[in-house]
Structure formats: structure tokens, C-alpha cells
């Protein structure tokens, strides 16, 4: 079982990648409901607030302008944890550069950002999920043609069919 820790790990460090192929991972609801592990938080609400974040949730919401946004230097940038208060509005963010840089910053247009990520969470959620749905490590091996690796994720759930 991954960590919440290992998995933004793994995020973050793909997470041009996935965005790039976001055509690909929401036409195949094996990767685009693959569940991520990020802890997204907002105060006052409860937990189960992004439950049902998967990867489909990431991809649609980085295409729009609250999850894919532009620093003051003109430099793109990725949202992969949201956390802050829906009432303040305070807010620190995690974001990812297209060169791996990461940081936390406070993002603008709160209110729009984390209910429209919410929303993505909750349709997803509601949604006809396939049975076995890819894990992230499996949908980025995939994606990256590394066949040998997506091998141990097949032959896993063999195993649990047996």
C-alpha cells in the first residue's frame, strides 16, 4: 500500500505527464478513475469533501484555468493539493512547475478553485467506476511504455481473481 506521502511524490513528479496525456487517461476509465491519495483539505469540512479524487478529477480540473494557471513571471503551473478555509479564504496550495519545481503558494480565486475541484471529486465519485481501476504507478507506466512494470500490476490482480 502506498503512502499519502509516496503517492503526492508520485503526483508531482508526473503530473506534466499526465496532464499532457489527459486525452488519453479520461478515454479510459481504467486510468481516469484511478484514485489519488493527496491529503486535500478544507477547515471546518469534513474529509469526505474530495472523496472520490482520481485521476480523471486531476486531468479535467488542470484543464481549466483554476487548476492550470500561470505564475507572475508568465511561468505554467499544475494545482496537485488544495488546502485552506472556504470561509477566510486563506489558503496554501502545492503547486508544480513544468520543470518538477514545486512550491506552496496562496492561490487567487479561492472560493471558484476548491468548489470546482470538489465538484469534479463528487461526480467522479457518483460515477459508474470500472471494476479495477488502474493505480497511479500502473496508469504512469502505462503511459510511459514501461511493459515490464505494468506486468506486476496485471499479474496482481490475477492473483486476487484466482
Same mark, same amino acid.
Given at each position: 500500500m502506498t503512502s499519502i506521502i509516496e503517492e503526492q511524490? @508520485?503526483?508531482i513528479r508526473s503530473a506534466w505527464l499526465l496532464y499532457e496525456n489527459r486525452e488519453r487517461i479520461l478515454n479510459n476509465p481504467c486510468m481516469a478513475y484511478a484514485p489519488i491519495h493527496v491529503q486535500n483539505c478544507l477547515?471546518?469540512? *469534513?474529509?469526505d469533501v474530495f472523496k472520490g479524487? *482520481?485521476?480523471g478529477t486531476y486531468v479535467e480540473w488542470w484543464a481549466t484555468e483554476l487548476g492550470r494557471r500561470v505564475d507572475k513571471q508568465g511561468?505554467?503551473?499544475?494545482v496537485v493539493r488544495i488546502s485552506g478555509s472556504p470561509l477566510s479564504g486563506g489558503n496554501k496550495c502545492l503547486i508544480v512547475?513544468?520543470?518538477?519545481?514545486e512550491d506552496?503558494?496562496?492561490?487567487? @480565486?479561492w472560493p471558484s478553485t476548491w468548489h470546482t475541484f470538489m465538484t469534479l471529486c463528487r461526480r467522479y465519485n457518483e460515477g459508474e467506476k470500472p471494476e479495477e481501476p488502474y493505480c497511479l504507478e500502473e496508469v504512469i507506466c502505462r503511459l510511459?511504455? @514501461?511493459v515490464e512494470d505494468?506486468?506486476?500490476?496485471?499479474n496482481e490482480r490475477l492473483d486476487k481473481w484466482r
Open positions: 511524490q @508520485r503526483l477547515a471546518y469540512i *469534513t474529509d479524487a *482520481t485521476l511561468t505554467p503551473f499544475l512547475k513544468e520543470n518538477g519545481e506552496e503558494i496562496w492561490l487567487e @480565486r510511459t511504455g @514501461r505494468c506486468m506486476k500490476y496485471i
